[in-house]
Each structure stands twice: as C-alpha cells, then as structure tokens.
C-alpha cells in the first residue's frame, strides 16, 4: 500500500492570509528564494513596457497606424500606449522621409524623451533616404540620432514593423541598445576614474 505524501508547510501569502502559497515551499519542504541582478529585472519589465511616440512623416506612417490596430495589436508586445509628447514617451518610431528642415525638430522630440530611449528607423526613406537621392532628404536618421533598429520596406509591412519591435524588446533584455551600450561604458569608465 502507498504512503500518502504529506502536504508542505503552510505559509501565509500576504495577499491571501488563508491560502496557501505551492510556488515558496519546494516538494523536500525547503524555502525558494529568487536571486537576480536588479539591472536584468528593470531589463525584463522595460522590454514589456515601451511607450511609442510616433514621427510619420509619409506612407511608412500609415503602417504604423495599422499595427496599432485590432488586426496586428502591437498592445500584445506591451507597446500600445502610444504618447505623442516626448517627455512621456520611451520609443521613438520614426516612419517615412525626413528633409534636411524637420531634422531639427526630430532631433528636439529625441533630445526631450525620457531615459532610457529606444529609436526603430522604419521604412527606406528613414533608414537611407530612399529613393530621395536629393540635398533636401536626410540619407538615413543615423545622421542625427542613434538607431537601435532598422526596419526596410518601401513601405514596410506591418509585420516587419512587428518584427522590429520584438527585436527591439531582445535587445533591451540583452543589453545591446546604444543606450544600454552608453550607460555600461559610463560605468567602466566611472570605476576606472575611482581606482
């Protein structure tokens, strides 16, 4: 005949003072603790936390409207409040052709954006000015602000752009955005200058 096992230790939650909490006792009743880098958890809930600020300059501008709505939802990747003041915003898209006059003003929303900011250059005319081959047309963002991603197309589809913003979201939690980059060098150099 089986021994019945015997049910873990009781531990109060503190939500629920009379329930039992199954995920902080293992099976051979020792306690769980979770230990993690704080920088790699502050990662995690900002790669599920991006808050666009649209720049749609032309037709990219109008994908960009499609992936926002019921069809893609680009709300499922933790993306759909989508601000249009710099200063609540994280992640600048910047959707069609930028001339050499609304440089400036791209460069000010990105400048006014709150820390830490992210950049998806979508579209060809963004990306390398397209076929603008012209002195007006800025021949690619990265001219004036730093670029985490690239998303070609003439125009880009919706789930290009999709795809872009997954990538984006990788490489926040790895750590390889050029804000991220910035930041980790900050710091190597700040411990070298205290040594």
Request: aromatic share 8%.
């Amino acid at each position: 005949m089986r021994q019945r096992a015997e049910a873990p230790p009781f531990v109060p939650t503190r939500d629920a003072p009379g329930k039992r909490d199954e995920a902080a006792v293992r099976p051979d009743e020792e306690q769980v603790f979770l230990t993690t880098r704080l920088e790699g958890l502050i990662d995690k809930a900002r790669k599920n936390s991006l808050w666009p600020f649209p720049f749609g300059t032309a037709c990219c501008a109008i994908e960009f409207m499609s992936v926002m709505m019921s069809h893609y939802d680009l709300s499922r990747f933790g993306a759909e409040v989508v601000r249009f003041s710099p200063r609540q915003s994280d992640l600048l898209i910047v959707a069609g052709t930028v001339t050499d006059k609304m440089a400036p003003v791209m460069v000010r929303i990105y400048e006014q954006m709150a820390e830490p900011k992210y950049v998806i250059s979508m579209g060809a005319c963004a990306c390398t000015g397209g076929f603008y081959r012209a002195y007006h047309v800025v021949q690619g963002i990265d001219e004036f602000i730093p670029v985490d991603v690239y998303v070609p197309g003439c125009p880009p589809t919706p789930e290009a752009l999709l795809k872009g913003v997954l990538r984006l979201q990788e490489m926040i939690e790895r750590g390889e955005t050029h804000y991220q980059r910035a930041a980790g060098q900050a710091r190597a150099a700040a411990k070298g200058e205290g040594q």
